[in-house]
C-alpha cells in the first residue's frame, strides 16, 4: 500500500506563493501518476493538477492554469505543486493523489483512480 504525505501548506496573502511537497512511499514510484486534489468547506473534492507516470504530460484545472505547475522527482520520490498568484478561492485541504494503475496511458482525473495523503490546508487571506 502506498503512503503519502504531504508538507508546506499553510497561510499565504492574495497573490503569493506556496510550494506543496509530497513523499511517497510503498512502491516504485516511477510507475505512478500522480496528482493534487483539494476540497474547499461544503463543497466536493477537485482535482487541481495531474502528472503522468513518465513525468511527459500534465494537466489542469482550468482555474490554476497559468498559476500552478505539477512536477516530480523519481529519484526522490516526490511530487510537488508549485503555486503563484493565490487566491482567495484557492483556499482549500490540499490532498496528493497517487494512481492506483500501473502506467495508466491517459491520465486520469477522477478521485477512485486515487490513494490519497492526509491534505495540507492552504489558507489565502488578504
Do not use: H
Not at 504531504?6 to 511537497?21: C, D, P, R, Y
Not at 505543486?81 to 490540499?94: C, G, H, I, P, R
Not at 497517487?98 to 482525473?109: G, H, L, M
Amino acid at each position: 500500500q502506498v503512503q503519502l504525505v504531504e508538507s508546506g501548506g499553510g497561510f499565504v496573502q492574495v497573490g503569493g506563493s506556496l510550494i506543496l511537497s509530497c513523499a511517497a512511499s510503498g512502491r516504485t514510484f516511477s510507475n505512478y501518476g500522480m496528482g493534487w486534489f483539494r476540497q474547499a468547506p461544503g463543497k466536493e473534492r477537485e482535482f487541481v493538477a495531474l502528472i503522468s507516470w513518465s513525468g511527459g504530460s500534465t494537466f489542469y484545472t482550468d482555474s490554476v492554469k497559468g498559476r500552478f505547475t505539477i512536477s516530480r522527482d523519481n529519484a526522490k520520490k516526490l511530487v510537488y505543486l508549485q503555486m503563484n498568484s493565490l487566491k482567495f478561492e484557492d483556499t482549500a485541504v490540499y490532498f496528493c493523489a497517487a494512481d492506483r494503475n500501473y502506467r495508466r496511458p491517459v491520465i486520469s482525473s477522477s478521485s477512485s483512480s486515487y490513494y490519497w495523503g492526509q491534505g495540507t490546508q492552504v489558507t489565502v487571506s488578504s
